[in-house]
């Protein structure tokens, strides 16, 4: 049912003026950065409210998920397939949809690609050493730190935000 409902929706039914209708493709989510959204400037200080993906968070997603697989394959372990399984059996429902993956609609899928990526992680990190693990930890954190302000209409210094409002469609007031 929840396929069915998703095939029904295509890009066309939308207001063309809406900014998410900017990727028309469900499997850019995970490879391609997606930022749109609006903002205002005041002088150098703006507010965004952004729609996109935390790309360099979720480039590990596919990576992590082919990662598990393999593994739970050479140790014969349910267990360790499960966020995999659930991860593209729910990501499969909009793989074949005719419009963009809403940001709403990628939520369901959050809790399996974070396992993942977490579970690949220290999987490495036991391997090669503990500052993998930590290492990665702190730049996920720090990055989602960083795009916190910018993604909820804080008020934030555009200058540091300006690299990312060159790569985006963001349209301003």
Known sequence: ?????????RPEFY???????????PSEWFIKPIILGQGTYHGEI??????????????LTVPAMVFLCILAFKKISFEI?????????TYAIFLFVKRPLFIYSSIP????AFTAIAYAIKQLAD???????????????TWSLYLYPF???????????????????VKIH
């Open 46 to 59: 703006g507010e965004f409210i952004i729609y996109g993906n935390n790309l360099p968070v979720w480039m």
């Open 127 to 141: 391997r090669y050493g503990a500052k993998l693990y930590y290492t990665a930890m702190v730049v996920m954190l």
């Open 109 to 112: 899928l959050l809790p399996f």
């Open 15 to 25: 207001c063309n003026g809406l900014i998410f209708m900017h990727h028309t493709n």
């Open 1 to 9: 049912n929840a396929y069915y409902t998703q095939q029904m929706y």
């Open 151 to 169: 993604v909820t209409a804080k008020r934030v210094w555009v200058p540091l935000y300006k690299y990312i409002l060159n790569l985006s469609d």
């Open 81 to 89: 397939g499960v966020p995999v399984i659930f991860f593209f059996v």
